[in-house]
């Protein structure tokens, strides 16, 4: 059956023959959609190709980007930067004492 939604940026769609893919752009003026294969592909599609393609939006592949827990990782590493900083202001005021 073929799409009848528009492409919605950051969702994930899968179909029968088709790889998974992420929207990574969607411009309803110029008719394309910019989307993103699990491998790292780029590939630009007309959206009358998209209008005719049998696709669902699926959840977000274990495969793919941030499903192995990276973008958390880097949240929290953000999180412990700050804690140093914060020691480090710390044995400032230390410092200063004397």
């Known amino acids: 059956m073929p ?4 492409p919605t940026v950051g969702a994930f769609y899968e179909g029968p023959d088709i790889r ?3 929207v ?10 910019q989307v993103q294969y699990d491998d790292g592909t780029v590939e630009e599609l007309d959206l009358d190709a998209w ?3 049998d696709l669902q939006q699926v959840e977000l592949p274990e495969h793919g980007p941030g499903a192995d827990g ?5 949240d ?11 020691d ?3 044995s400032d005021d230390e410092e200063n004492e004397y």
Request: aromatic share 8%; net charge negative; charged share 55%.
């Open 88 to 90: 480090d202001e710390d």
């Open 3 to 6: 799409m009848e939604e528009d």
């Open 51 to 53: 209008y005719g393609m």
């Open 70 to 74: 990276t973008e958390e990782e880097n």
């Open 76 to 86: 929290d590493s953000d999180d412990a930067d700050e804690d140093d900083m914060d």
């Open 24 to 33: 990574l752009a969607f411009d309803e003026n110029d008719g394309v959609v």
């Open 20 to 22: 998974t893919f992420e």
